[in-house]
Structures are given as structure tokens and as C-alpha cells.
């Protein structure tokens, strides 16, 4: 049984840096593709940065440049690096992973079957 777990939020401030980490205590297969969201309140989930497991990665625009997606394939785990963050970064974060492995990896929730339950990132300005 997949189980996401999330962990590295906190509160910095603006211009600090965060870790985030994900591992999967439970799957026994690879996933394809791994990515990251986030919720802020009163707006839609959105995607951040997603990596297919050949190592492809995809940005949205906003976190180009300050944020870095990476994978550990061996363990299932999957790392955001934040840095110079910004108070619009503020949000729940969540790990999302599918079985399928697209060339290019989608930002759209809907392509991701499991996810984790959320660790929350607060950036103070």
C-alpha cells in the first residue's frame, strides 16, 4: 500500500530556504513520475516541479530558477530545495507520485494517483 509522507516545512522568512522530503513507506515499485504541489487558502492546488524517474524535470514559472526537484529512485524519496522564498510561497505542500512514467512530466493533478497528506510552508516577509 502507497503511503506519501511529507516532511521539512516550517516558517522562515523571506529570502530563506526550505528542504522539503518525501518517502514512500509502503510501494514496493518505482514510480514514473513524482511531483510537488501546493494549496494556499481560498486558492486551487497547483503544481511546482515534477520529475519523471529518467530524471526529466518540469517547473511552473513562479519557482523557476529558486526551486530544485530531485529523487532518490532506490528509496522512493523525493526532495524539494527552496530557496530565496518569497511570502506567495506560502502554502501546504503536497508529494503526489503515478505509476506511469511520461517523457514529459506533468504539473496537472490529475495525472497523479497517490498523495500525501501536506506539510506546511510559511514565509513571513
Known amino acids: 500500500q502507497v503511503q506519501l509522507v511529507e516532511s521539512g516545512g516550517g516558517a522562515v522568512q523571506s529570502g530563506g530556504s526550505l528542504r522539503l522530503s518525501c518517502v514512500d513507506s509502503?510501494?514496493?515499485?518505482?514510480?514514473?513520475?513524482m511531483a510537488w504541489f501546493r494549496q494556499a487558502p481560498g486558492k486551487k492546488r497547483e503544481g511546482v516541479a515534477c520529475i519523471n524517474k529518467d530524471g526529466v524535470a518540469r517547473y511552473r514559472d513562479s519557482v523557476k530558477g529558486r526551486f530544485t526537484i530531485s529523487q532518490d529512485n532506490a528509496e522512493n524519496r523525493l526532495f524539494l530545495q527552496m530557496d530565496s522564498l518569497e511570502p506567495d510561497d506560502t502554502a501546504m505542500y503536497y508529494c503526489?507520485?503515478?505509476?506511469?512514467?511520461?517523457?514529459?512530466?506533468?504539473?496537472?493533478?490529475?495525472?497523479?494517483?497517490?498523495w500525501g497528506q501536506g506539510t506546511q510552508v510559511t514565509v513571513s516577509s
Open positions: 503526489a507520485a503515478a505509476s506511469r512514467k511520461w517523457i514529459l512530466p506533468s504539473l496537472l493533478s490529475e495525472e497523479y494517483t497517490y
Open positions: 509502503g510501494h514496493a515499485d518505482t514510480f514514473g513520475t
